[in-house]
C-alpha cells in the first residue's frame, strides 16, 4: 500500500479491497473558499491548507484522501475580486450528499477538513455534523478547522492578535508549504476596525488591503511548525476515532 492513499490515483477495487481486507473506512475531505489573502497571497490559501495537512497526515497514516473542494461561505471579504462564496445551506447541502455517497460504500468515519471558519460557516456546519450524527449510527461525520487542530500549542508560535486572518499565520504557513503563492515583498500590516468591515458592500472602504493583521513578520519556519502541529492533531485526531 502506497501512502497516502489519493482519490484521484485510486482505482475502485483498489478501495473496495482497503475497506474489505485492511479496514480503511476513514476519508478526509479537505475544503475550503477561493478567497482573498491579502496582495501578497494567492487566492488558494483556504483549500490549500487542509489540503496539504491532509496529504502530510497521509503519509503518516492510512486513510483516504478526497479531492479538494474549493468552496466556503464568505462574508467581510466578498466584495475582493477574485473571493467566491456560496450560501451556508449550498455548503451543507454538499457535505450532506458526500457523507451519504461515501457512507453508502463503507465508510465509517467522514472528516471534513476545512481550512476557513468564520461566523457564516461554522455554525452551519457544526448544526450539519450534530443532526447527521443523531440520524445514522452507520457512519460519523466530522467538520475540523485546521487552525483548531493543538490550536493553543499553535499560538505559542504566533501572536493572534497579529493572524486574524492572511496575516503572520496564514503567510507562514504558505512559506512552507506554498511559496510559489507567496510575494513578501507585497506583504502588509493593516488593522481596520472590526465593526466596520461586517457588511461586505462597505467593507473595502475601512479595509484597503484583505490583510487583518501583520503578514509582515511571516516566516517559513513558524509555518513548519505550524503545519506540524495540525499534522500531529489530525494523526492524533483519526488514531482516537476506533475508541470513540
Known amino acids: 500500500m502506497q501512502l497516502p492513499l489519493l482519490f484521484e490515483k485510486l482505482k475502485w477495487p483498489e478501495i473496495e479491497k482497503m475497506i474489505q481486507e ?23 490559501v483556504d483549500y490549500i491548507r487542509p489540503q496539504e495537512v491532509a496529504i502530510r497526515a497521509g503519509k503518516k ?6 479531492p479538494t ?5 464568505l462574508n467581510k471579504s466578498r466584495s475582493f475580486p477574485g ?8 455548503l451543507t447541502n454538499l457535505m450532506t450528499e458526500i457523507y451519504n455517497s461515501c457512507k453508502l460504500w463503507g465508510m465509517k468515519h467522514i472528516i471534513f477538513l476545512s481550512g476557513h471558519g468564520g461566523k457564516r460557516q461554522t455554525p452551519y456546519t457544526d448544526e450539519l455534523v450534530e443532526k447527521l450524527n443523531k440520524k445514522s449510527s452507520d457512519a460519523a461525520i ?9 490550536r493553543e500549542e499553535q499560538e505559542k508560535i504566533f501572536n493572534r492578535d497579529n493572524a486574524i486572518h492572511a496575516a503572520e499565520q496564514e503567510t ?25 468591515i461586517q457588511d461586505h458592500t462597505t467593507a473595502r472602504d475601512h ?21 506540524g502541529l495540525q ?3 489530525l494523526i492524533e485526531f483519526i488514531e482516537n476515532l476506533d475508541k470513540i
Not at 473506512?25 to 497571497?41: A, D, K, L, N, S
Not at 466530522?142 to 493543538?150: A, K
Open 172 to 196: 507562514s504557513e504558505m512559506l512552507y508549504v506554498r511559496p510559489d503563492i507567496v510575494e513578501m515583498d507585497n506583504a502588509v500590516a493593516e488593522f481596520p476596525d472590526v465593526e466596520k
Open 69 to 73: 473542494l474549493p468552496v466556503g461561505v
Open 22 to 44: 485492511d479496514g480503511i473506512r476513514t476519508i478526509v475531505i479537505p475544503f475550503g473558499p477561493v478567497e482573498e489573502h491579502g496582495p501578497h497571497m494567492g487566492l488558494g
Open 231 to 233: 499534522v500531529k492533531g
Open 83 to 90: 473571493s467566491v462564496s456560496v450560501e451556508p445551506e449550498t
Open 142 to 150: 466530522y467538520c475540523i478547522v485546521v487552525s483548531d487542530l493543538n
Open 207 to 227: 479595509w484597503k488591503s484583505g490583510v487583518r493583521g501583520d503578514a509582515t513578520i511571516a516566516t517559513r519556519e513558524k509555518g513548519e511548525k505550524i503545519v
Open 61 to 66: 497514516l492510512p486513510f483516504f484522501i478526497h
